[in-house]
């Protein structure tokens, strides 16, 4: 079985990828093309597949582009809440395959908890990317 990474996606920026002014356009295409940066120098062989999620509500009207990667094992992700999306694929996957979800959100980590996922934080998933 391979396991899977989910990542928070903005709550991992906020942990710690943006820093001071940066903050400021944490929602804007760059922060999240920082953070996908930051995803394709993680190496560890345990997780063949990651997904990172991004909120994004479907009913605003302006252009926006989605963030992609080029590397094979990450596939980025928008849904109108990043914790519902995460939480209901721990629960559709987490019998099938071990599941593991890099946030600090203490309400995520304890829905992920009972929905059978593993966790892990943003600060130790930063560090092993390098």
């Known amino acids: 079985m391979e396991a899977l990474l989910i ?3 903005f709550n991992v920026l906020h942990a710690g990828v943006l820093v001071g002014r940066e903050r400021a356009g944490w929602w804007q295409e760059p922060a999240q093309r920082r953070l996908v940066a930051r995803v394709e120098q993680f190496t560890n062989p345990s997780y063949p597949e990651i ?39 721990v629960e559709a996957l987490s019998g099938q395959r071990p599941v593991t979800v890099v946030t600090s959100d203490r309400l995520l980590r304890n829905r992920v908890h009972q929905a059978g996922g593993e966790l892990l934080s943003p600060s130790r998933f930063l560090a092993a990317c390098g």
Request: glycine share 2%; aromatic share 10%; hydrophobic share 35%.
């Open 51 to 89: 997904w990172v999620i991004f909120d994004r509500r479907s009913d605003r009207s302006s252009q926006r582009t989605d963030v992609t990667s080029q590397d094979a094992r990450i596939r980025v992700v928008y849904a109108p809440s990043a914790d519902d999306w995460i939480v209901e694929q």
């Open 7 to 9: 990542i928070d996606g």
